[in-house]
């Protein structure tokens, strides 16, 4: 460490992982802000005052805090939910952080000629819509096949947070319907449980900080909820599980984790919050201020190794470097799903169904997919008779054919459903 003593930015790395929600929450019991006072790096550097919209969150100003785009992410930023009519940007890659985004049921519309985009409600013209009106127009053209699912959309017109493949897996999707952290095997009353609003924040934190580090956040569980037990350094609170707001006070890590309610035994024992991959994280996290203090590039470091519940993410970079693995969440390889480097296998590798599979085993299911030597579903797949396409999610795309007629599919490629190495 060169600019920061060690303790100083551990506090620095570990504040960050400090939940918007609990953070305000907090800062209302001024006892409870006296102690996380002393534990946040903020209170000893020079970080700007979070906008008014992140302190007020009342219903004409309200904002998401994440941790800033910095390498030690110290800071906070806030970045403003914009209301209907207000001018607003685009954005992409590159941009700088936005200082503001179109609040709920709001999407950046481009206006003709040269106005200045504006904050305009999604309804008819949302991604979510748009796609239910495509099934609905495939459907009365005959194009649907048994396994498709209509997109469900909330009232604002964005994806609900859960897709589910019939029979096999749900996960988490983002307002767009793009898919992010958090999976769990289908079960008929999976949507009460599953909301994935700690994933759709940890995801936001990525897409908008556009970070080239890797960015830590609130800690989710593996279904994308809040982890019910946050840690910052030796201070411990109980979330909930949907809101992640706090539902006890703070606790001393040595004195007293064990009175907090969400405190589990079994779980909990010997007690060190941080998971192995948080560690390592942690470990090229400090790397990188080094290096970035020395001038260094660090381009090396810009995925992130670990996933938002802490543990290893699906692909991990065997330490040999020959080889890209699909991982479980220990870091060990699952089954043999495996690609050497600078191939196809490997450039297209996303380990799903590799994930899907493991899961679904793990739980005795007695339908499991079939995968790709790279763990990527294979782009055809049969069940009870009936093959139909599938998309990258495992999901089915357009209809079936009887097993005998699948060469028929669009998908067939002469039999290869995989990527060739
Ligand atoms: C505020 O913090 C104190 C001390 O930690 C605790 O006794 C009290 O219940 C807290 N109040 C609220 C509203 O959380
Ligand atoms: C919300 O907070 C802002 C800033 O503190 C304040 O100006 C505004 O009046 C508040 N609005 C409501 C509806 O409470
Ligand atoms: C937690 O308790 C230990 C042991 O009493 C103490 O050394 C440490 O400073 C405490 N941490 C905080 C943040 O209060
Ligand atoms: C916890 O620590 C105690 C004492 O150090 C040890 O005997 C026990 O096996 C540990 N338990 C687990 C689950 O690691």
């Known amino acids: 460490m060169t600019r920061l003593s060690n303790f100083s930015f551990l506090l620095c790395v570990l504040s960050l992982a400090w939940l918007a929600g609990a953070q305000i929450e907090l800062a209302k019991n001024s006892s409870a802000r ?9 209170e000893n550097s020079q970080c700007d005052t979070l906008k008014t919209a992140c302190r007020a969150q009342n219903s004409t100003h309200n904002g998401i805090i994440f941790p800033s785009a910095t390498p030690c992410s110290c800071c906070q930023t806030c970045v403003e939910n914009l209301r209907l009519g207000d001018d607003c940007s685009v ?25 200045h985009p504006t904050c305009q409600p999604m309804l008819e013209s949302s991604k979510c819509f748009t796609a239910q009106k495509e099934y609905d127009d495939q459907r009365e053209a005959g194009l649907i096949g048994h396994l498709m699912q209509r997109p469900e959309c909330d009232g604002d017109g964005n ?11 749900c996960f988490c999707v983002d307002e767009e319907g793009n898919r992010i952290f958090g999976e769990a095997v289908h079960t008929a009353n999976i ?26 956040s609130a800690r989710c569980d593996s279904k994308g909820s809040y982890d019910q037990l946050q840690c910052v350094n030796d201070m411990c609170v109980c979330v909930d599980m949907h809101t992640g707001q706090p539902t006890s006070d703070l606790r001393n890590v040595t004195k007293g984790v064990s009175i907090l309610p969400c405190f589990d035994k079994r779980l909990h024992e ?4 941080l998971r192995d991959c948080e560690n390592v994280k942690l470990a090229q996290i400090y790397d990188i201020v080094e290096f970035t203090d020395n001038d260094f590039n660090v381009l090396e470091f810009d995925r992130d190794v670990c996933q ?19 991982s479980d969440k220990d870091g060990a390889m699952i089954e043999n799903f495996q690609a050497p480097l600078n191939t196809r296998l490997a450039a297209t590798m996303n380990c799903k169904c590799a994930k899907a599979r493991k899961l679904l085993l793990d739980s005795k299911s007695l339908e499991v997919p079939e995968c790709c030597p790279n763990g990527n579903y ?3 797949a049969c069940r009870r008779g009936e ?20 060469q028929k599919l669009p998908c067939y490629n002469g039999g290869d459903y995989c990527p060739l190495g």
């Not at 859960?162 to 897996?169: F, L, N």
């Not at 010997?270 to 919050?273: A, G, L, S």
């Not at 938002?308 to 699909?326: E, K, S, V």
């Not at 990258?392 to 699948?406: A, C, L, S, T």
């Open 91 to 115: 954005g992409g890659l590159g941009y700088p952080v936005p200082a503001g985004i179109c609040g709920p049921g709001l999407y950046c519309k481009v206006a003709e000629g040269d106005e």
């Open 159 to 169: 994806f609900q947070p859960v897709r589910c493949i019939p029979g096999q897996t």
């Open 270 to 273: 010997n007690f060190t919050y």
């Open 308 to 326: 938002p519940d802490g543990f290893y993410d699906r692909i991990q970079l065997h330490p040999t470097g020959g080889y890209q693995y699909c």
């Open 34 to 42: 006296m102690t996380f006072a002393t534990l946040n790096y903020r």
């Open 387 to 406: 093959c139909y396409c599938v998309d990258e999610d495992g999901g089915q795309v357009g209809i079936e054919r009887p097993e005998k007629d699948k």
């Open 191 to 216: 949507q009460i449980s599953m909301r994935c609003e700690c994933s759709r924040l940890a995801a936001k934190a990525r897409k908008l900080l556009n970070s080239q580090y890797p960015v830590l």
């Open 378 to 380: 294979k782009s055809l």
